[in-house]
């Protein structure tokens, strides 16, 4: 009967449990190794017999076959030594084999024996709580990172052979302790940002309701900054949603496994020369930008730059705030629940109405890149603000802005306010389906009317009214007002909710 140890491969961002079983047989001395593994986990077997002879034991001589199930489940990574060099001592009763059984085993083996750390261990240890296991086996350096999951024994191990000394109870391997949370670290604040007051109030309502912004302007005028500060005015993040990011950092080989958790919700930019693959995942099933920004910021500068494939593949995460992979082995499912930032020059050359630089595109390009800025993924887009060169004396300005600190205070007193009025339905303003915005938003009647007149003479449609009013909600709820009133309204006007159906100038 031959053993069967348990180690994990990563699959999206969610650990799979493998079985490593190993068969020895009276046959010319070979290890075979069968069950769908990537050639990460072939090479393997060289890791593992210097690992096992390195630690004082002896690696069979005979031939070893290490199955790997379930298998059809391709096997990636190098967390699969430690399993592995486990299964043949306890297959040739090297050691005992009763802890075996109940641990879960993960890490990479050097050739003298020493555990090194891998990616995505928070991934394993939770997988190891949800399988019922005793405990989670990983490599010392690891062990932080997969303490973050509680109720879960974690043993932190250096090298194969205190592993062994475990596994013959002669030896407790120390508890993993967690990081202590600090305080999350902003790098930015808003109050060293001069100026662009309007802008700085449509990043507060974006904030608030959740919507999706746009930020129109000249190169220079600070869109880049303004977008990197979106992270410090968001939420806080509750523990649930620091233990998600973190677990999808490390699976991306992103966070060091010796530090806390995440506590401040991600930022992520990537140029506009990226894949489709790359924004959404795929490649090695490594999880894509708009995973990894999920719970926080995706800002896509110079947006008209992206390839129409890149733009197009966003639409299904913008909507349904997941992203699904098919693959041979069947379906992935990723978290994507982030707040895109979309930024756009005026035109190519970027000095388009500016009041001294001369603009060189000719008209078609700047038609082309215009057009850019519309169809179905921008109609998820509730904010656009136009940004105006910033004036050198705003830019030196003395006058200190809020900080970001207050700004958050507002936001999460609004957020609170959705959550109640919402229950269950939807998170926050921009989430409301069409059906909800009239009944949410509670506007009076003076509201309504002004409403209704903008859209007439704008000729806007039904559409545009319910984004006005979604915004014009998220307004209310900054105050604490009950009720939409007609200057909500009109400050939404002001965000320019509508200019996508109007067209631009
Ligand atoms: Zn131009």
């Not at 707040?339 to 020059?345: D, E, H, I, R, T």
Request: charged share 25%; with cysteine; hydrophobic share 45%.
């Amino acid at each position: 009967m031959p053993s069967v140890v348990y180690g994990a491969t990563l699959s999206g961002v969610e650990a799979v449990r493998v079985g490593v079983e190993v068969d020895l047989l009276r046959r010319l001395p070979q290890v075979v190794m069968v069950g769908l593994p990537a050639p990460s986990v072939r090479e393997s077997a060289d890791r593992v017999r210097s690992a096992i002879v390195a630690s004082g034991f002896e690696f069979p001589r005979q031939r070893v076959v290490v199955a790997l199930a379930p298998a059809d489940l391709r096997k990636e990574g190098t967390a699969f030594d430690l399993p592995i060099a486990v299964g043949i001592l306890v297959e040739a009763k090297q050691v005992k084999a009763a802890r075996a059984a109940r641990y879960l085993f993960v890490g990479e083996l050097s050739l003298s024996g020493e555990l090194r750390p891998v990616r995505g261990t928070l991934a394993f240890a939770w997988l190891a709580r949800a399988e019922g296991f005793t405990g989670v086996v990983v490599p010392a350096a690891c062990a932080p990172e997969a303490a973050l999951v509680e109720g879960i024994e974690v043993r932190a191990a250096t090298s194969l052979a205190e592993v062994a000394a475990f596994l013959d109870e002669e030896l407790e391997l120390p508890l993993g302790v967690p990081r202590p949370c600090d305080p999350p670290a902003f790098a930015a604040d808003l109050r060293d940002l001069r100026g662009q007051t309007g802008a700085r109030e449509a990043l507060e309502v974006a904030a608030a309701g959740g919507h999706n912004l746009l930020l129109e302007g000249p190169p220079g005028c600070g869109k880049t900054m303004l977008a990197a500060r979106l992270p410090t005015i968001l939420p806080r993040m509750t523990l649930a949603e620091a233990l998600e990011c973190t677990r999808i950092h490390s699976v991306a080989g992103l966070h060091a496994p010796d530090a806390g958790a995440l506590q401040v919700r991600p930022f992520r930019a990537p140029h506009h020369s990226i894949s489709a693959a790359g924004l959404v995942g795929g490649a090695n099933l490594r999880p894509g930008e708009v995973t990894l920004a999920h719970n926080g910021v995706l800002f896509l500068d110079e947006f008209p730059e992206f390839p129409r494939g890149a733009r197009e593949v966003l639409r299904g995460p913008l909507e349904d705030r997941r992203v699904v992979l098919a693959r041979a082995s069947g379906r992935v499912v990723l978290p994507a629940a982030f707040s895109l930032v979309a930024a756009a020059n005026p035109c190519p050359c970027g000095n388009h109405g500016h009041p001294s630089r001369p603009c060189i595109c000719p008209e078609a390009a700047r038609e082309r890149y215009r057009a850019r800025l519309s169809g179905p993924l921008i109609d998820r887009i509730d904010l656009r603000i136009e940004l105006l060169p910033i004036r050198p004396s705003e830019l030196l300005g003395n006058e200190e802005g809020e900080s970001s600190a207050v700004v958050r205070e507002r936001v999460e007193r609004a957020r609170e306010r959705q959550r109640a009025r919402y229950a269950d339905t939807v998170t926050c303003n921009a989430e409301l389906r069409a059906e909800q915005v009239q009944e949410a938003a509670q506007a009076d009647s003076k509201a309504l009317s002004l409403l209704q007149t903008y859209l007439e003479t704008g000729s806007a449609s039904a559409r545009v009214g319910r984004r006005l009013l979604k915004v014009a909600r998220t307004l209310a709820d900054l105050e604490g007002a009950t009720r939409v009133r007609t200057d909500h309204v009109a400050r939404a006007i002001g965000l320019r909710c509508d200019l996508d159906e109007r067209g631009v100038a």
